[in-house]
């Protein structure tokens, strides 16, 4: 469907979602804090693919957003276009699960990353805007932890997924004005 109907169900389904959370989920933080352990390591072991100011951007979200949360709710990790799915029993239903006990505005980070509903800086940009207006988030914070763990997604020992660097390069160049 259309970027913009696609947010539309995105809107009515998340709200629905984000219910209290705590143990026995992680917690985003020590999740992102994992990411911090290993990103510095995972873009070395990838010869040094892109520009260390992303590192070091993704790096400072983490250490600003993790000890500064607001209320803990269930969010997923992965709840990009594809994962949200019709159905009968609810009209829409989200499906693969990668649960997290942290902020709300973590929970739109595969949504405005992801490439299913348009892959450019426009509609990467649209959809952060968009999500974080209408779902009352805090737009940078959004913005840190959808860089953040887009970075962590895209390096690995043996890998790297350009498309999220280019989106993380996006963000960062957004913060900058």
Request: charged content about 30%; hydrophobic content about 45%; overall charge negative.
């Amino acid at each position: 469907m259309p970027q913009d109907e696609a947010l539309d169900v995105a809107i009515g389904l998340l709200p629905r979602l984000w219910k209290p959370a705590g143990p026995p989920f992680t917690s985003l933080a020590d999740e992102a804090a994992g990411w911090a352990r290993s990103l510095p390591a995972d873009w070395a072991a990838t010869g040094r693919p892109f520009e260390h100011r992303l590192v070091d951007a993704a790096l400072e979200a983490i250490a600003d957003l993790s000890v500064t949360q607001g209320e803990q709710v269930l969010v997923n990790q992965d709840l990009h276009a594809d994962n949200v799915l019709r159905a009968e029993r609810e009209p829409w239903l989200a499906i693969d699960p990668k649960p997290l006990a942290g902020e709300r505005e973590f929970g739109i980070a595969a949504l405005v990353r992801g490439a299913e509903l348009g892959g450019a800086r426009s509609d990467v940009l649209h959809r952060l805007d968009r999500l974080t207006a209408e779902l009352g988030l805090d737009r940078d914070r959004a913005r840190g932890w959808c860089l953040a763990q887009t970075l962590a997604w895209a390096v690995d020992e043996d890998d790297v997924v350009e498309e999220h660097v280019d989106v993380v390069r996006w963000l960062v160049d957004d913060a900058a004005g």
